[in-house]
């Protein structure tokens, strides 16, 4: 009988880090207890037998200790037993191990560089050193992601805390930058000009007028390929870096839902009358 694709919830049994890797997988024939050995995080897959390899292009992964959350373009199956090797691009680290199919479902449309399926898998046979590998590299991470998270959240603490001082001292800062930056444009366009002025005039051997012209329709020109390579790149960076933080609202929102169905309908409650009391409470004493 023919396998189907089998949606389930994602098991988050260790702290995720997601990251972008090269991967490289084959599908296994054998039974999980006829699996060769774990391998060294160092040479490269083998030739193996009654298996498919299938190389996918640089993916964003979301890796753990335990394991390995990917997109790919055919669908596997819950069960199904994969020898992969990831190729890790922060670090340069490569991974090499067995893994079994936890799920299948279909892919984030807002995900980056992504093919129709995901699938997570699970680490069986993982060897100590790549172990320590991924327990160091996802440390890495933790520790940095904690870092993140508390300095954001010290700022939202003094945001809540002190709204009317925040709001001054951001303004403030911002037209300071704003005149600082329009001073400095202004500094170097005519520090600018007065070298091209002297370089064309004792280059050319033009008199004022002749001279003048000249650095008119140089500064014309370079306004104009200036104008034309902001119209050609800013639009797209514009739209890549809004597709970014949509792919990274979207994951957090599906975290937030898997964490929310997660509880039992006693947590929910309390979770919705602490929120509500700490708005109350802060709506009450700022007003």
């Keep these: 009988m023919s396998k189907e694709p089998v949606k389930t919830i994602n098991r988050r049994l260790a702290y995720r880090v997601y990251d ?3 991967l490289i997988f084959s599908k296994l024939e054998q039974e999980p207890e006829q699996l060769p050995p774990a391998v060294s995080a160092y040479p490269p897959i083998p030739v193996l037998p009654n298996s498919k390899a299938k190389e996918n292009d640089t993916l964003r992964v979301n890796i753990s200790s335990n394991g ?3 997109t790919c373009e055919q669908p596997l199956y819950p069960g199904d037993m994969l020898r992969v090797r990831i190729f890790l691009l922060s670090t340069q680290t490569s991974i090499v191990t067995c893994c079994r199919v936890i799920y299948c479902k279909p892919s984030n449309p807002f995900e980056l560089d992504r093919y129709p399926y995901t699938v997570g ?3 069986v046979n993982l060897a100590a050193g790549d172990r320590e590998v991924l327990l160091r590299y996802v440390r890495r991470h933790q520790r940095f992601q904690w870092l993140r998270r508390s300095l954001l959240s010290a700022c939202l603490l003094i945001v809540l805390l002190f709204p009317i001082d925040t709001a001054d001292y951001l303004y403030s800062v911002a037209e300071i930058a704003i005149e600082s930056l329009i001073d400095l444009a202004l500094a170097t366009y005519e520090s600018s000009q007065f070298h091209l002025y002297k370089a064309l005039e ?3 051997a033009t008199d004022s007028r002749q001279t003048e012209m000249l650095l008119f329709y140089l500064t014309l020109l370079a306004g104009l390929t200036l104008g034309y390579l902001i ?10 870096a809004f597709y970014r933080l949509g792919c990274y609202l979207t994951r957090k929102k599906s975290s937030l839902a898997y964490a929310w169905s997660e509880q039992s309908a006693l947590d929910k409650a309390k979770i919705i009358a602490v929120g509500l009391l700490s708005v109350g409470g802060y709506a009450f004493l700022s007003f």
């Design 20 to 22: 972008q890797a090269h």
């Design 68 to 70: 390995v959350a990917f």
């Design 202 to 204: 004792r280059t050319l």
């Design 121 to 123: 898998a699970q680490f």
């Design 231 to 240: 119209w050609r790149t800013l639009p797209g960076k514009l739209a890549d």
